[in-house]
């Protein structure tokens, strides 16, 4: 397929916010290209090349795209910065640079979608010595041949700036249509994403064998199914009134989230965010299968830096010391774990996801061997407030965050936070006092204490509707010096010569950063703002909301990606919950 059948449809994309136009604009593009191409085409629109949980990740730097732009026009690096500087993206300025050049030559020969791809591929996979020439000489081949609106598209694609406002939802509601004719068929194509976390898998399936293929689609070993999730509640009374029967209270522990597909000996771990984890944790790899009596399976566990001598469970932060690429045996030794079981989604070559809550956890404790290393979560019925209160205060004294409630005959809700799942802190019992955890976009420098580093961080939510991060508030507040050292360390590998177009902001940070860090964020308070840009237009025309007195709580959440940080929505919820307290 010409690539321009895709970059054509980009710039249509492009020209319109409407959700309506751009489903039409992407069943169109559906309907026109091949099924054996159809999963690239998926991946591409989304900025991608591969599903998130493979890792495959293009990470272009802007400068190394500008020397690429320079060889393929023969215009100086310093004046196409110059130009990106004066305005536009580099994706523009790039195809403006080269158009320029297609009037006087003309392109050699038409590009395909497949040699894209192919090439993209390949980029990502380069490493090492030289492999930046190698990436600089592939991207510049692929300029020489592509028209200027071929081009704006493939560096926005290896920038990962391609903003089109198509969120998964837009694309699931294109394939139902295209492939279905049903919009009504997304809730299948919705639960076969929810279980392979591959768009471009159920594409395919969908293109090739149509809605019957959607039905039989099922859990498979090594395809991370998406996490369920819970609500928020504020106390006991709360979550008796959400959930009416007896439900099962579950120890809420302070650790990573890991999805652990196991096949005989052949151990994967995933992170909440379906990152592929195991590197990090070699003694799960070496010590888990002999834990699990079973051949294979798809577990769900929390895994929990622990005090080798007391056995007592430490913070979260514990176990960040574990993400590291180089001596990664010595934290391995400094920093011990236990892996605590919660749920089984997949056992015996048999789905377990719609079996109720009870039956997957008596299957659980059948399964798991519990030793010093592997435990289950604590968990017992509850069936009135003082039942609750009880395990709480058990769960707080052993070190834990708090309760997870949960539903006893639910299924499991891939993909989905509803009431089925609640969880329940002793933060959430004091006034507004929930976290947020939101991504670092910009920062202003510091000054006395901090020169030279980062004194004041800007910080978005993130909007899943148009997949942009609108700010939220300035945080200056909850930083050891520790932590200032850190923050600046990981932050400075993150900084862009602009603002990142999918960051939303009128303020003018002193430095902008890819959108990619989380921090768990307290405030007293959520305001109505004119500045911030979260929640735009939900209580009040272009008025956003802002925190009042922000505070970092000193927990980075990297196990969280950047559309993983909390969403307009749930901003809005604490407003009015707040609201709610100050009435009564
Ligand atoms: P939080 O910010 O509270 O960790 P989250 O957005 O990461 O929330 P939630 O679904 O809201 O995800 O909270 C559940 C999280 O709590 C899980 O992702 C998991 O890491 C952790 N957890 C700890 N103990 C349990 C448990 N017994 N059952 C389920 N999840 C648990």
Redesign the pocket.
Known sequence: MKFSVLSDSLEKMESTTKRIELTDILVELLKNTHASIISKVIYLIQGKIRPNFEGVELGIAEKLVIRAISKSSGITTKKIEDDYNDGGDLGKTGANILRQKTQTTFTAETITLERVYDTLLKISKLEGKGSQDMKMKYISSLLNDATPIESKFILKILLGTLRLGIAENTTMDALAIAFTNEKSNRELVENAYNVSSDLGKVSEVLATEGINGILKFTTSLFSPIR????D?VKSEDDAFKKIKNDFAA????????AQIHKKNNEIVLFS?SLENITRYYPDVVEKISKCINANDGIF?A?IVAVNENTGNFLPFQELMHRRRKYKLEQAVSDYPITV?F??VLYYNQTDYLEKPYMERRKTLENIIKENNFAKL?PMSIVSNEGDVTESLENSINSG??GL?L?VIDSPYRAGT?GNN?L?L?REYQNELGD?L?LVVVGAFFGRGRRTGKYGTLLLSSYNSESDTFPTICKVGTGFTDENLDQLFQILSSKVTLKKNPRVESTMEADIWFEPELVL?IVASEISLSPIHKTGLNMIRKDIGFALRFPKFTGKI?SE?SAE?ASVDEEVLALYKNQKKSEMN
């Open positions: 996490p369920m999730l819970a928020r579950e120890y809420k522990l302070d650790g990573e989230r909440r769900e929390e605590n919660f749920d979560v834990c965050e997870m949960k936070r799942w969880k802190k976290s955890d768990e959440r969280k993983d």
